[in-house]
């Protein structure tokens, strides 16, 4: 059972703080993301999760006088209503007649407010958006540089990571950070006007540098800037995180202090004035850095790195099949293990989701290159299966139950990849139902995974190939059905999705990108079903070519997980799902199969779940 969490007293706290004359603001908000606009952040980032108890990855807070509010998506719903005490309002993005949290401020709040935001947590656009919308009724957005939550926080705060930086071998990357420069530097030069480029999406600069770090946990990143002009590079990051290796490594780049970018830009200002230039900046930067170089001499749009690394070389490419055959081995021991506790040895009713996500996690371990989880385990029994983005704590775990479903979506961090994989099991008898559900769920990851599509095909146009199958029976999931992977990097990666969002009618997919295909049905209160592999996206030979020269593409699937036969309904597949079910498993048995020991446990289950259906 999850209890919420107490914030009468915090909310007091920062009431009193917005009041004093230091601050004068009537509203205060407080996103999710930190200074670097990341979806996942660092304990010591997580203030909404601090303020609110909710402590999903996405959702915005905001606070007036009188009331409380976050703002979240369907992954969510469930679990911000558990985790909120009854200081807070709920508020469904999505649902009809719920506005968006920036809509909020400018519709819901009176003419004349005075609307607080640490201005480093905000991107400069969305920044610059709410501001003229607030102006527009005679309100205001301000930057408040000392994050209040952090002053109600006080010092039970968590500091900040203090762990070094490391290298990442080329044989790993396949490609220097020499040559990706010089690679960002050409795209720069096709951009007219623009001098240089500053990196604040700590991926990118992680990409770009070949290094790795662990300041976020489940996420190999590590907090720095980055400044490319056509002379220099520099990055900037706290000295006590670079180490002799990495400073070797990083011969001819300036290594500054964190937070002297703000300053160095700002002294910048003059100059590219004067100069009749600009930086260019992906959309992650800040409102913050922004105001420090100045709105004139500053060009938000697409950055270049964040292309580059969507596009895996081919020895990423062949790092993310080799890792997720590795990846594959651990969930085969795992679930043979799991099922065996469950059916002969005592495991129903007395093994919780947390004791069998830690034993997943000792299986992952044991395998070449993994470094940790790329995410908290999603380890989810009955009801639980249906909070989308659930993720145990142990006390308030449940335990497994033969009777009920079981869904579990994890991932491996290794020094060739990242995986990301989710199946859903069932150890006893499931119902009629919960088969017809998860065998629909079944037909539509079919359908998108035997997809063949023109190059640059959007997400948004795709989405609905895996959803048919449900929509035929007026069911559906609140989710995307698909994310990027990065390469030893962060678990969601874009510009590349599949999904109803509007960013995805813009960036197509293309050969060399990864792609998860993931739908999924969740029914509240009672169980959540979600099949995900991860793919990559590669070229199709096909018989013409009606496109003029750009080519059709595919979805090669790197997942080597059985999906279980025991849920299908195999009346409800066509013969073609049926073929792609046996050619599937019959390609895990021969990649997974040689990692295993023969008279294991884990063998012995993948035989039997990758026969033929």
């Known amino acids: 059972m999850v209890f919420p969490v107490y914030t009468t007293d915090r909310l007091k706290k920062l009431r009193e703080l917005m009041a004093s004359p230091a601050y004068s603001v009537s509203a205060y908000v407080v996103p999710s993301e930190d200074a670097h606009q990341s979806e996942y952040v660092a304990a010591c980032d997580m203030r909404r999760a601090f303020i609110s108890g909710f402590d999903g990855s996405a959702g915005c807070a905001v606070i007036t006088m009188d009331n409380a509010s976050v703002f979240t998506d369907g992954r969510y719903f469930l679990q911000a209503r558990e985790q909120m ?4 309002a709920l508020m469904k993005r999505g649902f009809p007649g719920v506005p968006s949290w920036q809509e909020y401020l400018e519709k819901n709040l009176p003419a004349g407010t005075r609307v607080g935001i640490d201005p480093t947590l905000l991107s400069a656009s969305e920044g610059e958006q709410i501001k003229r919308a607030l102006n527009a009724r005679g309100s205001d957005l301000v930057g408040i540089e000392q994050n209040l939550i952090d002053l109600v926080w006080g010092e039970d705060r968590p500091e900040r990571p ?3 930086a490391f290298v990442l071998d080329t044989k790993f990357t396949g490609e220097a950070y020499t040559d990706k420069i010089a690679r960002v530097r050409a795209e720069l030069d096709k951009s007219v006007g623009v001098s240089g480029l500053v990196v604040s999406a700590l991926d990118e600069i992680a990409w770009l540098f070949n290094l790795r770090g662990s300041d976020i946990s489940y996420n190999p990143v590590f907090f720095a800037y980055a400044l490319i002009t056509e002379t220099s590079v520099t990055l900037y990051i706290d000295s006590a995180k670079v180490s002799d290796d990495v400073r070797e490594h990083l011969h001819g780049v300036n290594i500054r202090p964190y937070n002297a970018i703000f300053g160095e830009l700002s002294a910048m200002s003059a100059s590219l004035a004067q100069e009749k230039s600009r930086l260019l900046a992906g959309s992650s930067v800040s409102w913050a850095l922004a105001k420090a170089l100045g709105d004139d001499n500053l060009v938000i749009d697409s950055a270049p790195i964040t292309q580059l690394k969507a596009l895996k070389n081919p020895v990423e490419l062949d790092g993310m099949r080799q890792c997720h055959i590795r990846d594959g081995a651990a969930m085969a021991n795992y679930f043979g293990w799991l099922e065996n506790e469950m059916l002969f040895n005592g495991g129903h009713k007395r ?3 947390v004791d069998v996500a830690d ?16 995410f908290s385990t999603i380890s989810s029994v009955g009801a639980n299966g249906a909070i989308i983005h659930y993720s145990p704590k142990r006390g308030t775990d449940a335990l497994l139950d033969l009777n009920q479903m079981y869904l579990c979506d994890s991932g491996g961090q290794y020094y060739d990849g990242t995986t990301d994989v989710t199946r859903t099991y069932h150890f006893g008898t499931p119902t009629a139902w919960q088969r017809e559900c998860f065998t629909r769920v079944l037909k539509g990851h079919i359908a998108l995974d035997r997809a063949v599509f023109p190059s640059k095909t959007t997400g948004y146009a795709l989405d609905p190939l895996a959803r048919l199958p449900l929509w035929q029976l007026g069911l559906d999931y609140r ?3 698909g994310h990027g992977v990065g390469s030893f990097l962060n678990v969601h990666e874009g510009p590349q999705g599949i999904g109803m969002r509007e960013s995805y009618l813009s960036d197509g997919l293309q050969h ?17 079903i979600r099949i995900e592999n991860t793919c990559l996206v590669v070229k199709a030979d096909t018989k013409f070519d009606y496109t003029g020269g750009t080519g059709f593409l595919k979805f090669e699937p790197v997942t080597m997980v059985p999906i279980q036969k025991k849920l299908i309904q195999a009346g409800l597949l066509t013969h073609e799902e049926h073929q792609w079910l046996d050619q599937y498993h019959a390609k895990v048995w021969e990649k997974v199969s040689p990692l295993l020991k023969e008279d294991s446990l884990g063998y012995a289950w993948l035989k039997r779940e990758t026969s033929p259906i």
């Open 351 to 353: 093994l919780s989701e």
């Open 359 to 374: 034993k997943l996690e000792q299986f992952r371990r044991e395998q070449a290159h993994c470094v940790g989880l790329s």
């Open 162 to 164: 203090k762990d070094k």
């Open 512 to 528: 060399g990108m990864t792609i998860t295909n993931e739908p999924g049905y969740y029914e509240d209160g009672a169980f959540g």
């Open 479 to 481: 989710h995307g059905t």
């Open 85 to 88: 005490d009854d200081n807070w």
